[in-house]
């Protein structure tokens, strides 16, 4: 920000001039000489610097002529002690040097800044000179905003950003911290005023707290009465009701601290950039307003809302207890305690009966340099589990929704219909943070289903993972984690995309009939309604059919991650997937359906797909353990297929996972 004025000074009375440490003061001498004035002299206390424009040489001559556009640029290094302790005067002569006038300048010098962690290294250094604006990537600057949207308070369980007030130390490391130094004599002189203000636009995303106590945060009073306190010490500065509100000058040297909290994630209308602004303003005559002569700012960018993929490391794993799952849950938990992870099991008196644990929510993060914590994302399905994700919020727990207002919620809105990947490099540009994916309807269809579209600005506005849209409408549940996935690996790009396929179902079903297996039954066990042979299976001309199409939409969605995630086909692994059409219209999974599965590190929870038995063990089991064998990887097989797999869904679909965030600081991205 440029800091400089320029001032007419008056040949009749004294000036007083309130200066700012760094700034600059510009005379105008044209203005101030009295008339028939030729050449003037300038003499002035030791802690002012001053020079001449056009450029002077001092050394020649005690007297400066005086041309047309004449300025005298005055500044000084150091913070006065008393009021008007510096002197600066012009003397002006005729021609003959005979004096004319005397303009005579009394300075008062401040130092002021108004201060934040612009560098992101968690610590507020002083007058940053690129506080005042944003810049991506490990070199950039500006400081991080949170929003608020955990909740620390005790007395009632809601964000914090729907509260107006702090009432517990908790609250303020959500927020980022501000401080206002200054330094000076003991007191603004008469009329002066320190200001701090936001614009109107801004306003409603942000909201700014003074400290009036330093030492309140370890302040040893009951918790009754320091809830009273904190309210009371830590008074609301700056809102969408106040833009503009006088803070104290504290005199000598002094800092004070504020924190400002985030209200607003990135969206469609809002781009995350945020600006608090501090003014001196100097009186003028009694009827008319004060002026600013100095302005100071500040810019913020709140941290996006970020998705975590499979690679990551699980924390905890959450699924739904329901009368007819104990086998399930039973079954989870063990795979969970094996990776070494706890197991959050939903009641059926909170979940009301909704299994779909990930439709319900998608885990995230949000960050700062200084703090850091969980998000959880609602989905707008609002079925029975939709109390749940509202339950999770707490302490260093936050909470974020988007609900349409005039669009139709569908299956498309539930979250087994969002994915991110791992990170990417693609044609050159790196995603060290993946790229969220969804699934919409195909581009040519006109009354395709599609995820709500607050749901997809809001995904959008994120940027940091840039998102895919696959074509997922082809199915009736409509999932993108239907057909695919990803595992971590120990070589390559350092993961697999895991895809659904038909082609290598009717490969290794082929395979079998032709080694003799043919008259080997799916589904033995499961009722004669339920089994099949191999032979059957594959002479049934309209399934053939069925998947034909399966594969032609799921080869359209793996040529679109190939091109936006950079991938080869070597980067792709193929589990045999078979489907059928429900009602002649859209697909649904033939038998459970292994893609669909949990991943907690390098241990698998896979539906088991009860495929055709060949010496004693599953064929579709056999190959899918093999293929993820090949990576490190151990599979569990899990039996869903009465309480998921028969309702449209499957182990993945049932369970939900909090992991890790990345080690990568979002705002190093290059951008």
Not at 176 to 196: C, D, F, Q, V
């Amino acid at each position: 920000m440029d800091h400089s004025r320029t001032l007419r000074l008056d040949v009749d009375k004294p000036t007083n001039v309130v200066y700012v440490v760094g700034t600059q003061v510009t005379v105008d001498l044209d203005r101030t000489a009295p008339n028939g004035s030729k050449c003037f002299t300038v003499t002035c206390t030791p802690n002012i610097n001053f020079s001449i424009h056009p450029a002077f040489n001092m050394d020649t001559s005690a007297h400066i002529p005086l041309q047309e556009h004449s300025f005298l640029l005055v500044s000084m290094t150091q913070a006065s002690e008393t009021e008007n302790d510096s002197k600066l005067s012009v003397t002006f002569y005729r021609e003959n040097k005979k004096e004319l006038g005397k303009a005579l300048m009394h300075l008062t010098a401040f130092e002021i800044s108004l201060d934040v962690d612009a560098d992101r290294d968690g610590v507020i250094e002083k007058n940053n000179p690129n506080k005042g604006s944003w810049k991506w990537g490990p070199r950039g600057h500006g400081a991080v905003l949170l929003v608020n949207c955990d909740s620390d308070s005790s007395h009632k369980k809601k964000p914090d950003s729907e509260q107006d007030f702090i009432s517990t130390v908790k609250d303020l490391k959500d927020m980022s911290p501000m401080i206002l130094r200054t330094k000076g004599p003991a007191k603004l002189p008469a009329g002066y005023k320190l200001n701090m203000h936001i614009t109107q636009s801004e306003a409603e995303h942000v909201r700014v707290f003074r400290s009036r106590s330093a030492q309140l945060e370890n302040y040893p009073l009951p918790p009754k009465l320091l809830y009273k306190y904190f309210v009371m010490e830590y008074p609301l500065v700056l809102s969408s009701e106040v833009l503009c509100q006088e803070v104290p000058y504290l005199g000598g040297e002094a800092e004070m601290k504020y924190y400002v909290e985030g209200l607003s994630f990135l969206d469609k209308d809002f781009d995350g950039f945020v600006s608090i602004q501090l003014s001196l303003l100097e009186p003028m005559y009694s009827n008319l307003p004060a002026t600013p002569i100095f302005e100071d700012k500040v810019m913020f960018k709140v941290a996006p809302w970020i998705m975590t993929p499979n690679t990551l490391k699980p924390v905890q794993v959450f699924c739904c207890s329901t009368s007819d799952n104990q086998g399930f849950v039973k079954a989870l938990k063990a795979l969970v305690e094996k990776s070494g992870q706890e197991l959050i099991v939903c009641p059926e008196y909170i979940n009301r009966g909704d299994r779909w644990m990930q439709d319900e929510m998608e885990f995230g993060y949000i960050e700062s340099p200084h703090q850091q914590f969980p998000v959880v994302l609602d989905s707008p399905r609002d079925r029975g589990l939709k109390g749940f994700p509202y339950m999770l919020l707490g302490p260093d727990f936050g909470y974020v929704t988007r609900i349409p207002k005039t669009e139709a919620v569908n299956s498309l809105d539930s979250f087994g219909n969002l994915e991110v990947s791992p990170p990417v490099t693609v044609k050159g540009k790196h995603y060290p943070l993946g790229r969220i994916i969804i699934g919409v309807s195909f581009p040519t269809e006109s009354h395709g289903r599609n995820m709500a579209k607050v749901v997809q600005n809001f995904l959008w506005a994120q940027k940091v993972q840039d998102p895919i849209a696959l074509f997922s409408d082809w199915l009736l549940v409509g999932h993108v984690d239907e057909f695919m996935t990803f595992v971590p690996a120990p070589d390559r790009k350092g993961f697999r995309l895991v895809l659904a396929s038909p082609d290598a179902a009717y490969k290794l079903f082929t395979k079998l009939q032709k080694e003799g297996h043919g008259q080997v039954k799916l589904f033995e066990g499961l009722g004669e309604s339920e089994e099949i042979t191999v032979d059957d299976l594959l002479s049934n001309q309209t399934l053939e059919a069925e998947n034909i199409y399966a594969q032609k939409c799921i080869d359209w969605n793996r040529d679109v991650l190939k091109h936006e995630l950079g991938l080869e086909e070597e980067d792709i692994v193929d589990l045999p997937i078979l489907f059928r059409l429900e009602d002649k219209v859209r697909a649904v999974a033939y038998y459970p359906d292994m893609v669909n599965m949990i991943v907690l590190g390098q241990n698998l929870g896979v539906p088991k797909p009860f495929g055709p038995k060949v010496n004693g063990q599953c064929a579709l089991e056999a190959e899918v353990s093999s293929l993820m064998g090949k990576l490190g990887l151990s599979c569990t097989f899990i039996d869903d297929f009465a309480t998921y797999h028969k309702l449209r869904g499957d182990v993945h679909c049932g369970s939900n996972v909090l992991r890790t965030p990345f080690e990568f600081k979002w705002w190093n991205l290059e951008m």
